[in-house]
Nanobody, 126 residues
Framework: QMQLVESGGGLVQAGGSLRLSCAASGRAFSSYAMGWFRQAPGKEREFAAQ????????YYADSVKGRFTISRDNAKNTVYLQMNSLKPEDTAVYYCAATIYSGSYAYTRDYDYTYWGQGTQVTVAS
């Protein structure tokens, strides 16, 4: 089992920034590619970003590309999502997730991921 705990969500004005963190425990963190998903009210959960096991390869949804940056620190068992130029449509619960796949390819569907955090709310006010 792997436990994932997100933090860093909150309320921010449009154009602002937030950095989400996801701390992992229980399994070899560096053996898993990591992803961030989000779910807005009344919508299905959607892929936002993915980072490979080593951190050398990243993928982004078109909706966040150029504004969000995913990174990881394997020494700290933590993955981050830096979110800049936030828009009201970025409002959602953000989840981090772990997949046994290496992350060399984009895995954008939630069933590709085995472990999930509880989510952290991000609200962007206009």
């Amino acid at each position: 089992q792997m436990q994932l705990v997100e933090s860093g969500g909150g309320l921010v004005q449009a154009g602002g920034s937030l950095r989400l963190s996801c701390a992992a425990s229980g399994r070899a963190f560096s053996s898993y590619a990591m992803g961030w998903f989000r779910q807005a009210p009344g919508k299905e959960r959607e892929f936002a970003a993915q980072i490979s096991r080593s951190g050398g390869t990243t993928y982004y949804a078109d909706s966040v590309k150029g504004r969000f940056t995913i990174s990881r620190d394997n020494a700290k068992n933590t993955v981050y999502l830096q979110m800049n130029s936030l828009k009201p449509e970025d409002t959602a619960v953000y989840y981090c997730a772990a997949t046994i796949y290496s992350g060399s390819y984009a895995y954008t569907r939630d069933y590709d991921y085995t472990y999930w955090g509880q989510g952290t709310q991000v609200t962007v006010a206009s």
